[in-house]
């Protein structure tokens, strides 16, 4: 089975930029859909963006569109999420995830659809 690791959170200030990476390992995932979504507290846990399997099209929540970029390297099994302009609110517990089958996307917002998740890491924003 796939295991997802994320790596890149950390406390940053309005207006600086993070990227935060997700590494796969325990097989293959270049043909799944892969995407993120953050959780604040509180809240439920909401889309971020997600890119296809060939990296040629994504996919972003209205809130981070021109601010947030999604991507892929299928040869370094790693998928990443550049975040630029953050704000207070971008705030939480961000997972990456693989949708549940290969060269799919349909629903890709939807959370119940991805079949593995990492462990999260926390990106915070201070005003």
């Known amino acids: 089975q796939v295991q997802l690791v994320e790596f890149g959170g950390g406390l940053v200030q309005a207006g600086d930029s993070v990227r935060l990476s997700c590494a796969a390992s325990?097989?293959?995932?270049?043909?799944?859909?892969m995407g993120w979504f953050r959780q604040a507290p509180g809240k439920e846990r909401e889309f971020v963006a997600a890119?296809?399997?060939?990296?040629?099209?994504?996919y972003y929540a209205h809130s981070v569109k021109g601010r947030f970029t999604i991507s892929r390297d299928n040869e370094k099994n790693t998928v990443y999420l550049q975040m630029n302009s953050l704000k207070p609110e971008d705030t939480a517990l961000y997972y990456c995830?693989?949708?549940?089958?290969?060269?799919?996307?349909?629903?890709?917002?939807?959370?119940?659809?991805?079949?593995?998740w990492g462990q999260g890491t926390q990106v915070t924003v201070s005003s």
């Open positions: 890119v296809t399997w060939s990296g040629g099209g994504t």
């Open positions: 325990g097989g293959a995932f270049r043909h799944n859909m």
């Open positions: 995830a693989a949708y549940s089958l290969p060269y799919a996307y349909a629903q890709y917002d939807k959370a119940a659809l991805y079949a593995n």
